[in-house]
C-alpha cells in the first residue's frame, strides 16, 4: 500500500482562527441496536472510549465514538489499526443485525482552533454555538452551508469537523472565507 | 439655501473633515454626516428626479423612510445604486452621482413629461399601449424601459465578501430608542440571552432630538447610563448599524448588519446577515412622520417637520434661513421652537387645526412665532426650490389669502407607527382615531409553534408617541416577554421620561379640504413613484375598492421605499373616495425586508468559489494537470474528455474511443454511486428495489438492475455485486447516489421498519478506475497481485485482493463493450492506483477517455442512460428492458403503474437505434414528423431522438430515440425535424450497432 492520501494534503490557513485539514483518520460507520450489549462491547473494544449517549461524542486523541442517529454510530481510531477493527468488530457482531463499515477515506477532516473557532463554524451552519448550548462531549450532525457536516469539540478552543471528501476543498474554502481577518462577529 | 449652522450638532465632529464628490464636484462634510446632512450642509436641495415625470427633488426625511435621495454610490467594485443618501454615513474619498436624468440633474429633459403630466395617470401606460398589440412588444417596451429605471447596473464584479451568522437567544430586541432600550435591560437582568439591534449607529432614537428628560436629567445621559449596563451584562449583546430586516415564523428573524459600509475596503466583510431564532421579538421600532397633501410638497425644501429637526440637532444643518411649519399636530411646533433657538427664521406656523392651544403651541406664540389655525398651504412656490408658499383657508378651496416667502417647509400630518416587523408574521392592526394611525393589536399578534405570541410591540411602534409612556411601555415588553418564558422579572422603578405635552390631533388627508383638481394634481403621495391625490382618485372613480388592486393599477407604495411616507395617506384618500372608514379600507401588506437589503448580504459565501460545492475525485487533480475538460455531472466535475495539443474536442473523443476499442483506455469512475445494504432482509428488499431478481444473485456475482418508482417510471440504474449471504453494494449513477439512498431509506424507515436491513452509502470511499480495452487484462497481469484471468473472474463476476500492492476489489462489468474492469480502492489509494495504470499502461497504448468517449461506447452498444433515454416519463418495457423485469416475482416497486392501460399501451413511443441514411448525425432531441398537424396547428410528431452522437468506430452517425411501435417498424425510414426547417431521414434499426453478440466484452 502507498501511504494514504487525505484529500487536501493537510492544507491549512491563519485567520482570527486556525484552519487545518487533518491526516487520514480511521472512521468505522457501525449500524445496529445501541441498547444491544454486544454493539456496546464492538464499539467502546475498538476505540476505547465511555458509549455516547444521544448527540453526544466521546473523543481521546484519535480515538472516539459518535453518536450519528438512533442507530448508528461512528468509531474513530488510527487510520492504520481500520481493518483490524473492522474484522474483530464483524465478528463481535457475527450473530447480530449489524452493519460494519470502513468510512475513513469517504471523508475529509478539518480543525478548527482558536478563540474565534465558535464564531467560523456560526457563520456556516445554523447552530446554537453560544458555550452553554455547544460544549466538549457534543456531537451536530448539520450543514455547513450547502453541504452536509458535522462537527464536535476536541477541547475548550479546538473543534473537529468532518465532510464529505468530495468537498473537501469547497468546506476548506468556506472557512477560510469565515476565518478571515476582519471577520471577527464578536458575539460569543 | 440649507447651510452648516456654528454650532450644534450633537452626532458630527467639526474637525474631523471628510472630502467627497457629487456628480464630480468636490465637497466637503465633516465626521458623523451621513451623505444628506453633508450634501445639504453644501446648500445641494436638489439631489435627484423622480421616477415617472422626472420632477425635481430634495430630501424630505432624514432617516430610512427618504423617498427621494437616492443615489448612484461608489466607483468600479463598490459601485451600487439607488443608495439611501439619509442612511449612507459619509467617509473620507466617498463618490456619487444622482439618479434618473439625462443629461444632467439640473436639466433634465425627460422633465418634458411635467407639463404633459395631465395626460399621464395612473394606468396611463396600461391604456395608451395596449394597441396595436405587436406595437408593445416592440415600439412601446424599449421605449419606456429606456426612460424608466433609477440608478445604473454595476458594471464590475463585487469587491467587498458578505457573511450570515447564525444567533440563538431568548429575546431579540429591535430598534435602540429609549423604548428598546428598556426594554433589554429588563429582558437583561431577568437573565434572558438578549440580542439588541439598532439600525443606525445611534442609540436612543428622537429622545435626544426632542428634548425629552428622563429621571430629570437630559435623554442622552440616561441613554449612556443604560447602554453603560447593558454592556455590563454578559448575557446581552448590542450591535448598531443592524436594522431588523425581517421576522418569519417561530421566532425566525434576519438582522441585516452593515459593518463596514462606512468604512469600504477596510478588510471587514461590507454586510452580515444575521440569521437569529428568538423566542421572544420586541419590536421597538418607532415610529414615522406623514406628510401633508398639498400642492407642490414635492418641492426641494419641502421636509418633514422632524427631519428638520434632525438635521438642526444632529448635524448642525440648516434647511433654509425662513422655514415656514405646517402641521396639524403639536409636535410640529418643536420644529418651530428649535430652528427659532438656532437663530433661524420662522415666519409662520400653519396649523390646520381650527384652534390650538398645548403647552407647546403656547411656548411659540410666547416666542413671538406667529400661529396661523384654520390655515393651509394652497401651493408651494418654486421650482428647484421652494420659495414661499401661498395660505388659504384649510376648510375651503384654496383661494389664496397671502404669500409668505420661505427657503423651506417644515410639515407634520402626524405619525404612523413603524408597524412593519409586527406584521411581517401576521400581527394584526387596530385603527387608533384619536391619533389618526394603525397600531398593532395585541391581541392578535403573531403566534408561535406553540400558539404563544412571540412578537411584542414597544413604545412609538406599539403606538405611544409621547416619550413617557414609550419608555413605560418599553419596560412592559420587555417584563412580559421574559415571564412568558418562565423567567423572572426583577423589579426596580421604571424611570419617567418626560417631554412637553401635546393636545389633539386633527387628521388633515388633504390640504385645503376642498382642493380643486388643479391643486389635487400636485399634491404628491408616493414622491418616488410620482403618485398623486388625483392619481388614487382616478383609480376609486375607475371602480379600484382593494387597497391592493389601488396600489398596483397606481404605483402607490411599491418603490424602494415602499411606501413609508405614503400608504397611511394614500388609503386615507382611497377611502375618502370611497365613501368608507380607513380602518375598512385597511392597509397592504408589509413584507420583508423593512428597507431593501443587498444581494450579497443574502448570497453571503455563495459566490466565487464557493458559490456551489464543486465534487472532486480522488484523482481530480491529476485530470486538472493532464489537460482535461471538464464536464458538470450533478455537482461533479468529470473529464468530458483530455485535448491533447491543438486537438479539437470532437477529435479528442474520437481518440479516445479508438484507442479504447483497440488498445486500452482508463476511466475515473469514482462518481458512481456505491450503496451498501445489508441484513437477513437485504435480497428481499432489493427484490423490492429492482425489477428484477436480486436475491438469487450468488455471492461473488454481480447484476445490472432497473429501478423505478412507484408511478413505474425508471429512475436509476445499475450493477449490483453480492458481497455475502446477507451484503449487497449497490451501484448508482453518478447523480443518482444521494437520493437513491434517501430512497432506500425512506422505505426502510417510513414503510418497510420492521425489516432487518442497514444501508450506508459508500460512494466517497472508494476511487474506482475502469481499466477498458482488449489490453486490460495484459495491464493488471504487469501490476500483478491477482487473478483476474477469465476462469478466476469471469464476466459479471468480483473478486478481491491487492492490484499493485493496493487492496481493491475488482469487478468483471462492462459498459463500453470491451473487456473491462473496474477497479475500487480506498479513496487515499486512488491517484497512487491511478498513476501506476498510467505508466505501467504506456506499453499497451494506454489513454485516459472522459464521460462523452463513454457515452458514445455505451451507444455504439445500445446501452441506455439515465437522464438520456429517460425523463421521468419513460418504464423500462419503452426500452426493450423487458429482460430485466422479472415476471416470477409477486411485486416491486412500479410494477402495479407499470399494468395501468397507458403503460401497456402498443402506441408507446419505444426504443430503436437510428441511422441516417447520408451518415450525418441527427440533431439531439430532434423530433421524428407523423403526418399532419393537431388541434393546435402544431405538427405531428411520432418519436424523438434521446442520444446522438458521430461513431469514430462505425465513422458514421448513431443515434437512439425513443418511435411509436418503433420495435415493429425495423427498416422503415422516418423523418426527423432539424433546427433550420429541413428534415433529415433515417432508417429504424435495432439499437445495438456494434457487437451484437457481446464477443469483446466476454473474452
Known amino acids: 500500500m502507498s501511504e494514504p492520501v487525505s484529500a487536501l494534503d493537510g492544507a491549512a490557513c491563519e485567520g482570527f482562527a486556525r484552519v487545518a485539514e487533518q491526516g487520514p483518520r480511521g472512521m468505522i460507520t457501525l449500524r445496529g441496536d445501541l441498547a444491544s450489549v454486544a454493539v456496546k462491547n464492538a464499539a467502546t473494544g475498538v476505540a476505547g472510549v465511555d458509549f455516547p449517549g444521544q448527540r453526544e461524542c466521546h473523543v481521546v486523541g484519535e480515538r472516539g465514538l459518535a453518536w450519528m442517529s438512533p442507530d448508528e454510530l461512528m468509531v474513530m481510531l488510527p487510520h492504520a489499526e481500520v481493518p483490524a477493527a473492522v474484522a474483530t468488530m464483524t465478528g463481535a457482531l457475527s450473530g447480530e443485525h449489524s452493519l460494519v463499515a470502513d468510512v475513513s477515506d469517504a471523508r475529509a477532516l478539518f480543525r478548527i482552533e482558536g478563540p474565534g473557532a465558535r464564531e467560523v463554524l456560526a457563520k456556516l451552519a445554523p447552530v446554537d454555538l453560544s458555550p452553554a448550548a455547544f460544549a466538549p462531549g457534543m456531537i451536530r450532525r448539520t450543514r455547513l452551508a450547502q453541504v452536509p457536516a458535522a462537527f464536535w469539540m476536541a477541547g475548550a478552543e479546538t473543534f473537529e469537523l468532518v465532510c464529505f471528501r468530495s468537498v473537501a476543498q469547497y468546506v476548506f474554502d468556506l472557512l477560510k472565507g469565515a476565518a478571515a481577518p476582519g471577520g471577527e462577529v464578536g458575539y460569543f | ?1003
Open chain 2, 1 to 1003: 439655501m440649507s447651510t452648516r449652522l456654528q454650532t450644534g450638532g450633537r452626532l458630527i465632529d467639526r474637525n474631523a473633515r471628510r472630502g467627497f464628490t457629487f456628480n464630480g464636484r468636490r465637497l466637503e462634510g465633516v465626521a458623523g454626516d451621513t451623505l444628506a446632512s453633508a450634501l445639504l450642509a453644501n446648500d445641494q436641495m436638489l439631489v435627484g428626479r423622480s421616477f415617472k415625470y422626472h420632477r425635481p427633488r430634495g430630501f424630505v426625511a432624514a432617516g430610512a423612510e427618504e423617498p427621494n435621495g437616492l443615489v448612484n454610490l461608489g466607483t468600479g467594485g463598490r459601485f451600487e445604486p439607488n443608495q439611501r443618501a439619509t442612511t449612507t454615513e459619509l467617509f473620507d474619498g466617498l463618490a456619487c452621482a444622482s439618479q434618473n436624468h439625462w443629461p444632467s440633474l439640473d436639466f433634465d429633459i425627460g422633465a418634458v413629461n411635467g407639463p404633459l403630466a395631465r395626460f399621464l395617470p395612473a394606468g396611463f401606460y396600461y391604456k395608451t399601449f395596449i394597441q396595436p398589440r405587436p406595437f408593445w412588444k416592440h415600439v412601446y417596451e424599449p421605449f419606456i424601459r429606456q426612460s424608466a429605471g433609477l440608478g445604473q447596473v454595476p458594471a464590475e464584479r463585487d469587491a467587498d465578501r458578505y457573511e450570515h451568522f447564525y444567533a440563538f437567544v431568548d429575546v431579540l430586541v429591535i430598534g435602540g430608542g429609549i423604548a428598546g432600550l428598556q426594554a433589554a435591560l429588563a429582558a437583561g437582568r431577568a437573565g434572558a440571552r438578549v440580542l439588541l439591534i439598532e439600525q443606525t449607529a445611534h442609540w436612543g432614537g428622537r429622545a435626544p432630538v426632542d428634548g425629552v428628560t428622563i429621571d430629570g436629567h437630559p435623554a442622552e445621559a440616561w441613554i449612556a447610563r443604560a447602554l453603560k449596563a447593558l454592556e455590563g451584562m454578559e448575557n446581552v449583546t448590542l450591535r448598531t448599524r443592524c436594522m431588523g430586516a425581517g421576522v418569519y415564523d417561530h421566532g425566525y428573524a434576519l438582522g441585516y448588519e452593515r459593518v463596514a459600509d462606512h468604512s469600504p475596503g477596510d478588510t471587514r466583510p461590507r454586510h452580515r446577515l444575521w440569521k437569529i431564532r428568538a423566542a421572544r421579538i420586541i419590536t421597538a421600532t418607532g415610529a414615522i412622520e406623514r406628510p401633508l397633501s398639498f400642492a407642490g410638497n414635492d418641492i426641494p425644501g419641502v421636509m418633514l417637520a422632524s427631519a428638520v429637526r434632525d438635521y438642526v440637532a444632529n448635524w448642525a444643518v440648516s434647511p433654509g434661513d425662513r422655514t415656514v411649519v405646517v402641521t396639524n399636530n403639536d409636535d410640529a411646533y418643536r420644529t418651530a421652537l428649535m430652528l427659532r433657538e438656532a437663530g433661524l427664521v420662522v415666519p409662520a406656523i400653519i396649523d390646520a387645526r381650527p384652534t390650538a392651544s398645548g403647552p407647546l403651541v403656547r411656548a411659540a406664540r410666547e416666542a413671538g412665532i406667529r400661529v396661523e389655525t384654520g390655515r393651509g398651504i394652497a401651493r408651494v412656490k418654486g421650482a428647484k426650490r421652494v420659495t414661499g408658499v401661498a395660505l388659504c383657508a384649510q376648510a375651503g378651496e384654496g383661494a389664496v389669502l397671502e404669500e409668505i416667502p420661505c427657503d423651506a417647509v417644515a410639515m407634520s400630518g402626524g405619525w404612523s407607527p413603524v408597524v412593519h416587523l409586527w406584521s411581517h408574521c401576521g400581527g394584526k392592526l387596530t385603527w387608533d382615531a384619536g391619533q389618526a394611525h394603525f397600531r398593532p393589536d395585541p391581541e392578535r399578534a403573531p403566534t408561535s409553534h406553540d400558539g404563544a405570541p412571540f412578537v411584542i410591540a414597544a413604545g412609538s411602534a406599539n403606538g405611544y408617541l409621547l416619550a413617557g409612556e414609550a419608555l413605560a411601555d418599553g419596560d412592559a415588553a420587555g417584563k412580559s416577554a421574559v415571564r412568558s418564558l418562565g423567567m423572572a422579572a426583577k423589579g426596580g422603578a421604571v424611570p419617567k421620561a418626560e417631554a412637553e405635552a401635546e393636545g389633539p390631533m386633527t387628521p388633515v388627508w388633504m390640504m385645503p379640504q376642498g382642493a380643486g383638481a388643479e391643486l389635487r394634481m400636485k399634491m404628491w403621495l408616493d414622491y418616488q413613484n410620482d403618485v398623486k391625490v388625483s392619481d388614487v382618485q382616478l383609480a376609486a372613480r375607475e371602480g379600484y375598492e382593494s387597497v391592493e388592486h389601488t396600489k398596483r393599477y397606481t404605483t402607490l407604495g411599491m418603490a424602494t421605499d415602499q411606501g413609508k411616507l405614503s400608504n397611511i395617506n394614500g388609503l386615507a384618500v382611497l377611502s375618502q373616495s370611497l365613501g368608507a372608514d380607513i380602518p375598512q379600507v385597511g392597509t397592504t401588506t408589509f413584507r420583508p425586508p423593512y428597507t431593501p437589503i443587498s444581494f450579497g448580504a443574502i448570497a453571503g459565501e455563495a459566490r466565487g468559489d464557493t458559490f456551489q460545492p464543486l465534487r472532486r475525485t480522488p484523482m481530480h487533480r491529476w485530470h486538472e494537470e493532464n489537460g482535461a475538460d471538464w464536464e458538470p455531472v450533478g455537482q461533479w466535475r468529470r473529464p468530458y474528455c483530455y485535448p491533447r495539443d491543438g486537438e479539437s474536442r470532437e477529435d479528442a473523443v474520437g481518440r479516445e474511443v479508438k484507442n479504447t476499442r483497440q488498445n486500452l483506455g482508463l476511466l475515473d469512475a469514482s462518481t458512481l454511486g456505491k450503496i451498501l445494504v445489508k441484513g437477513p432482509d437485504a435480497g428481499r428488499f432489493l427484490d423490492m428495489l429492482y425489477t428484477n431478481m436480486m436475491s438469487n444473485l450468488k455471492p461473488g456475482k454481480c447484476r445490472y438492475g432497473l429501478m423505478c418508482n412507484e408511478n413505474g417510471f425508471l429512475m436509476d440504474d445499475g450493477v449490483v455485486a453480492r458481497i455475502d449471504e446477507e451484503t449487497f453494494l449497490c451501484h448508482t449513477t453518478s447523480g443518482g447516489a444521494e437520493h437513491i439512498h434517501a430512497h432506500m431509506e425512506d422505505w426502510l424507515q417510513c414503510e418497510w421498519w420492521d425489516w432487518r436491513v442497514y444501508t450506508a452509502n459508500l460512494t466517497e470511499q472508494f476511487a474506482q478506475i475502469a481499466v477498458v480495452g482488449p489490453h486490460a487484462r495484459d495491464l493488471l497481469e504487469k501490476l500483478g497481485g491477482m487473478d483476474v484471468g477469465a476462469g478466476a473472474l469471469p464476466f459479471m463476476a468480483w473478486s478481491e485482493g491487492e492490484i499493485a500492492g493496493v487492496r481493491a476489489r475488482v469487478y468483471r462489468i462492462s459498459f463500453s463493450g470491451e473487456l473491462s474492469y473496474e477497479i475500487a480502492v480506498p479513496a487515499s489509494q486512488g491517484l497512487a492506483l491511478w498513476e501506476k495504470l498510467v505508466s505501467a499502461g504506456e506499453e499497451f497504448g494506454l489513454m485516459p477517455y472522459g464521460t462523452e468517449a463513454l457515452h458514445v461506447m455505451r451507444a455504439e452498444k445500445g446501452f441506455i442512460m439515465i437522464g438520456d433515454e429517460t425523463d421521468g416519463t419513460v418504464i423500462p418495457q419503452d426500452l426493450g428492458l423487458h429482460w430485466a423485469i422479472s415476471k416470477k416475482k409477486d411485486d416491486y416497486i412500479g410494477k402495479r403503474a407499470q399494468q395501468r392501460a397507458h403503460m401497456v399501451d402498443p402506441e408507446r413511443w419505444q426504443l430503436v437505434g437510428l441511422e441516417t441514411l447520408g451518415g450525418g448525425v441527427l440533431p439531439e432531441g430532434a423530433y421524428a414528423l407523423a403526418p399532419d398537424q393537431n388541434a393546435n396547428g402544431q405538427r405531428n410528431t411520432q418519436g424523438r431522438v434521446t442520444s446522438t452522437y458521430y461513431s469514430p468506430t462505425l465513422e458514421r452517425g448513431i443515434a437512439l430515440g425513443l418511435v411509436r411501435r418503433g420495435p415493429e417498424r425495423m427498416g422503415e425510414i422516418i423523418e426527423f425535424a432539424t433546427l433550420d426547417g429541413t428534415t433529415m431521414s433515417a432508417k429504424i434499426v435495432d439499437p445495438v450497432f456494434y457487437d451484437k453478440d457481446g464477443e469483446k466484452q466476454n473474452v
